[in-house]
C-alpha cells in the first residue's frame, strides 16, 4: 500500500469527507482548523469502519471532537465560520483558541539535564536512571494523528520543535557519561519510526557507544498507524536489520508500541509486521490510555491485552489520559477506570498481569491508581508513586485521595508526594 497522508485540507477532497454525516463536516471544518489532523491510506481504508461512524472507536481516534473546545469557543467559532468569512480571515481568532488550549507540561528542575551548567537541548531526564531524547527530526510528526495527544502543540510549530529538540546526534553524549547511572535511553517524538533508518541510526549511533547505556527504548504508534513501516516500505528491511544492529552492540532494544483499540491489532499486515519485528529479538512492550468513548469498557482491555499476548507482546501500561484541554473530554471517572482494568484482568491470561493501570501519564510522578479502601467508613482511593524525578522525595510512597464516583481528577500529584504533603496517616 502507497502511504498518503490527509490534512484538514486535502482530507476535504476525499470521498471519505463525503461519508461524514453534515453534522459532523461541520464540525471537522471547525475544529481540525485549531487542532491537528493528520490521517493516512491504511487507517482510512482498514481501520475506520465508515458504517459506523461517528461512533466508531477509531474515528473517534482521528477526528476531532466537538467537546475538545469549550463551548464559548466552539460557539463562536461557529458563529464566524456561518458569516461566510475566508479563512485567513479567520486565523487571529482561531490562534487566540489555540493559545487558550496549550498544555501545561511540568518538568522538575532536575529533570532538565545540564553540562557545565549549560541545558542539554531535547534531553529529559524523568526518572533516575532513564532519559528521554527528543532528536529534531522525530519530534516533528507521526503517520497519523490522535485526537488526545497533548503533543499536538509541537506538529507545525518550528519553534516549540527547536527550543525540545536537538539536531547534532552527539549532544546527549557527554551528558550521559557524566551519569553511568542512567541505564536507558528512550527515543520519543513525534514518532521516531516516521524517520528513514538511515537518519535514526546517525542519532542511535551515538548511544550505543556508552557502555553504561544498557537498554534502548523506541516510542512508537507506527505499528497501529502504519504497519507497512516493517513490511514492504522501501526501507523495512533496512529499518529491521537496524534493530538486529543495535543488539549487537550489547543492548536490549524494546520498542514501546502504542495501542488503544483491539482492533488495530486485527489486520494481517499488523501481525506479519509484529513477526518480522519479533524475529529481531526485539521486545515489544505495549501501552495506550483509557478513553472515553475509544477504549472505556473492560470487554476493549481484555480483548487489547489478550491479542496482545498472543501475537507474542508484553502488556505494559494503562494510562489515563493527561489532563490537556480544560474539558477533559477524554478522561473518564478515576472510579470507573480503575473498575474496567481491574475487571478487564479478570478476563484476561495472567500473562497479561505484567501490565500496570491505570497510571498517570502526565505529571512528574508515575503514579498508580492501586485501588480503593474503606477506613472509619470513609472511601479513599490508594494512589502509589512509582516513579519520581532525580532527586524528588515520594518514589514508592502511598498515599489516599477522598473517593468519588465522578471525579475525574486527582488533583496535584506533585504536591500530593512531596515531603511537606500529609501522611497517609494525617489525610486519614
Ligand atoms: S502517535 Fe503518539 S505522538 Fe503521534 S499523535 Fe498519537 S499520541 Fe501523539
Redesign the pocket.
Known amino acids: 500500500m502507497k502511504f498518503i497522508s490527509y490534512n484538514n485540507t486535502s482530507f476535504k477532497k476525499t470521498k471519505y469527507y463525503q461519508k461524514l454525516p453534515s453534522a459532523e463536516r461541520q464540525v471537522f471544518d471547525i475544529l481540525s482548523s485549531v487542532f ?1 489532523f493528520k490521517v493516512n491510506t491504511y487507517v482510512l481504508e482498514h481501520l475506520i469502519d465508515w458504517d459506523a461512524v461517528p461512533n466508531d472507536p477509531i474515528y473517534k481516534l482521528i477526528f476531532p471532537r466537538k467537546e475538545m473546545l469549550q463551548s464559548v469557543d466552539f460557539n463562536s467559532l461557529l458563529l464566524l465560520y456561518q458569516s461566510g468569512l475566508d479563512e485567513k480571515t479567520l486565523i487571529p481568532f482561531v490562534q487566540k483558541v489555540k493559545r487558550k488550549m496549550y498544555p501545561e507540561v511540568k518538568h522538575a528542575e532536575t529533570s532538565l539535564p545540564k553540562v557545565n551548567g549549560e541545558r542539554v537541548r531535547g534531553m529529559y531526564s524523568n526518572f533516575e536512571t532513564i532519559v528521554s531524547l527528543f532528536p529534531d527530526p522525530m519530534a516533528k510528526t ?5 485526537s ?2 497533548f ?2 502543540i509541537m506538529f507545525n510549530n518550528k519553534e516549540a520543535q527547536q527550543n525540545s529538540s536537538y539536531s547534532d546526534p552527539n549532544e546527549p553524549v557527554a551528558f550521559l557519561k557524566e551519569h553511568p547511572e542512567i541505564t536507558d535511553v528512550l527515543f520519543t ?3 521516531p519510526l516516521v524517520l528513514k533508518a538511515k537518519t535514526l541510526q546517525k542519532y542511535i549511533d551515538p548511544i550505543l557507544e556508552i557502555d553504561s547505556v544498557k537498554v534502548i527504548r523506541i516510542s512508537s ?1 507506527s505499528l497501529a ?1 502504519w504497519p507497512y513501516r516493517f513490511t514492504t516500505d522501501k526501507d523495512a528491511d533496512e529499518l529491521l536489520a537496524l534493530f538486529r544492529y543495535i543488539q549487537s552492540k550489547g543492548k536490549h532494544l524494546n520498542l514501546c508500541a ?1 495501542f488503544t483499540h483491539p482492533r488495530e491489532l486485527e489486520n494481517d499486515v499488523v501481525k506479519e509486521a509484529i513477526q518480522r519485528i519479533r524475529d529481531t529479538g526485539t521486545v515489544i512492550r505495549c501501552q495506550g490510555p483509557i478513553v472515553e468513548g475509544i477504549n472505556d469498557t473492560p470487554e476493549d482491555w481484555s480483548s487489547l491485552w489478550n491479542a496482545q499476548i498472543a501475537l507474542g507482546m508484553i502488556p505494559y501500561y494503562m494510562f489515563i489520559e493527561a489532563d490537556h484541554n480544560s474539558e477533559s473530554c477524554f478522561r473518564i471517572p478515576l472510579a470507573k477506570a480503575l473498575q474496567v482494568f481491574q475487571t478487564a484482568q479478570k478476563q484476561t491470561t495472567g500473562l497479561a498481569r505484567t501490565v500496570r493501570g491505570p497510571v498517570f501519564m502526565n505529571d512528574l510522578h508515575r503514579t498508580l491508581l492501586d485501588g480503593v479502601v474503606t477506613i472509619n467508613d470513609q472511601k479513599y482511593f490508594v494512589l502509589k508513586s512509582l516513579q519520581a524525578p532525580p532527586n524528588m522525595e515520594g518514589e514508592g510512597t502511598i498515599k489516599l485521595i477522598p473517593y468519588s464516583e465522578t471525579t475525574k481528577n486527582a488533583g496535584d500529584l506533585i504536591a500530593l508526594f512531596s515531603k511537606e504533603s500529609k501522611t497517609t496517616e494525617q489525610v486519614v
Open positions: 491537528h507521526c503517520h497519523s494523528y490522535c488526545y495527544c503533543r499536538w517524538g513525534a514518532d504508534k498507524w502504542h
